[in-house]
């Protein structure tokens, strides 16, 4: 009889407390519904809520100086199912993010599609100085989510080559990209898509009380802010990996074996002429945008006043003209490489924009629900006014109260991954209690945002975690001590530093009273 040797069993590796703490938040995200069931259970319980609390009040005083009641209704009746039928079309139809989202995505889709964003990013990447390719990798990474999820993929992948090509430890590379395009998420240079889908968020929250019904809301309320947080940003998340990540990971992971080549990320000839045609066609549009937007009978002024701010056709029209800009250089990308050589490839490439959001419009339509039967029953008021009411009692106010705010966001981002889903619950009851405190909505979701992306990076449940790990396996090696805990532990210098240094820049606009925006002022 053949005899089997027993191997002898190593110990099990020693969990630390922080592994067992993000074991603990992986569990109890995973058993989180889909986000279509999520708003479909949440919609749910608003209508046996309403049940329960029907007749319930709450009270404010109004702008007039007036009590206003408000009381709970039920939709648990005839009227409320009569409610529900007759109007389920018209509430997925007029789902403010629903439009915005769309129409961003036919252009900004068509010009992901024809290859422009990667193309520009791997130009400007390629071409700088081994002294600036940090600060330059954090800039690319954190206007990243113009390109939306595929800058995830792209741009840790060809910084980890660049690195690599410079002699440089690639891990740190691919460290540095994620937590731009993800911890830096909400920043932007450019409005994105993200601007327009929060926007159409916090519009559909803000008409349930008077303080905030009037209150300036489009895609750009918070540009000041997210622009001028990427020079930030990039300065801190670059001075995290110098002085922090880099050293720490040439210590512990040194990788002198590079497994992937920069020239696989290098230009074609056909990719330069068409970047060629896309900047000629974007100093094209720039112009004509100037000659309509300065002077002073512009056809984007307001023709009124004849100004831009707080009101005018270029506020009120920024979808439209974002959507022609990234249209027009999208074209001029695709005709100069060579993918548009007909006029029905224009709108193949702009299907596969939108078909990349099918996700979204599934989910809008259960969130569409949730949110009009919230408002409807009244729920969403007298909590806000409740929650408001309580925040005064404790004197809870301020800019205590902000910060909080971004610490219950990042929380929440912990077991929530989605953004917009996260913005969905909380914009209803979070828009009309900040506004019953006197803060303009634009502040409001500036700090959501900040919680919401500084900890993307680091949560357990991010989709992009195994395509990170997978990069790092390419050049660990045989590194076995290269996995989740390396990942989570060089981006977690990276989230606590921008969670800290964003929170203190908001707190500057709060200090200064900055407007986030054009025509967004931080308080009523």
């Known amino acids: 009889m053949a005899e089997f040797s027993r191997q002898p069993q190593s110990a099990p590796p020693q969990v630390g407390a922080f592994q067992k703490l993000l074991d603990v938040i992986e569990y109890i995200g995973n058993k989180f519904p889909s986000p279509f069931m999520l708003f479909t259970i949440l919609g749910l319980m608003v209508l046996i809520l309403s049940w329960v609390f029907d007749g319930a009040t709450a009270s404010y005083i109004g702008k007039g100086g007036k009590p206003t009641v408000v009381k709970v209704v039920s939709l648990l009746n005839a009227d409320g199912f009569r409610y529900i039928l007759e109007d389920m079309v018209k509430n997925f139809v007029n789902f403010p993010p629903l439009g915005l989202v769309v129409v961003m995505m036919l252009a900004m889709g068509l010009a992901e599609a024809t290859g422009l964003v990667s193309a520009f990013v791997r130009r400007i990447m390629l071409g700088v100085p081994s002294w600036a390719v940090t600060s330059t990798v954090f800039f690319l990474g954190i206007n990243g989510n113009l390109a ?9 992948a060809a910084a980890a080559a660049v690195y ?22 909400s920043a932007n240079i450019l409005p994105a898509g993200t601007d327009a889908l929060l926007a159409g968020i916090t519009q559909s929250a803000i008409g349930t009380i008077p303080q905030t019904a009037n209150s300036p809301v489009h895609p750009l309320i918070n540009y000041y802010l997210m622009s001028s947080s990427v020079i930030i940003l990039t300065i801190v998340g670059t001075l995290i990996a110098e002085k922090v990540v880099g050293p720490r990971l040439d210590r512990l992971h040194p990788v002198t074996e590079f497994g992937l080549k920069v020239s696989e990320h290098e230009l074609t000839p056909e990719e330069k002429k068409g970047l060629r045609y896309a900047g000629w066609a974007a100093l094209a549009y720039i112009a004509l945008l100037l000659i309509l937007l300065v002077p002073e009978n512009g056809l984007l002024r307001n023709p009124k006043t004849h100004a831009i701010l707080p009101n005018s056709p270029f506020l009120s029209g920024i979808i439209p003209i974002l959507f022609f800009f990234f249209m027009t250089v999208g074209i001029a990308f695709g005709i100069g490489k060579g993918v548009i050589k007909k006029e029905s490839d224009i709108g193949k490439f702009m299907g596969q924009g939108v078909a990349g959001i099918i996700s979204f419009i599934v989910t809008a339509f259960s ?4 949110i009009a039967w919230f408002n409807k029953s009244n729920l969403a008021t007298v909590m806000a006014i409740k929650g408001a009411d309580l925040l005064k009692a404790l004197d809870f106010t301020g800019v205590s109260l902000i910060i909080a705010f971004i610490l219950f966001s990042a929380f929440v981002d912990l077991f929530i991954v989605s953004g917009s889903a996260k913005w969905l619950i909380l914009a209803p009851v979070f828009v009309p209690m900040f506004g019953l405190l006197g803060y303009e909505p634009a502040l409001t979701q500036a700090a959501y945002r900040i919680g919401e992306s500084s900890v993307n990076s680091i949560t357990p449940l991010n989709y992009y975690l195994p395509v990170m790990l997978g990069i790092m396996a390419k050049y660990a090696g045989n590194d076995a001590k290269v996995g989740m805990g390396t990942l989570v532990s060089m981006q977690l210098p990276f989230g606590i530093a921008f969670l800290v240094a964003w929170t203190a820049w908001l707190m500057v606009f709060i200090f200064f009273n900055l407007p986030l925006g054009p025509g967004a002022k931080i308080y009523l």
Do not use: H
């Open 164 to 185: 690599a090509s410079m002699g440089r430890n690639p891990l740190m590379g691919m460290s540095v990209a994620f937590a731009a395009v993800q911890a830096g998420f």
């Open 367 to 370: 969130a569409a629900q949730f």
């Open 148 to 156: 939306s999820d595929a800058a995830t993929v792209f741009i840790p």
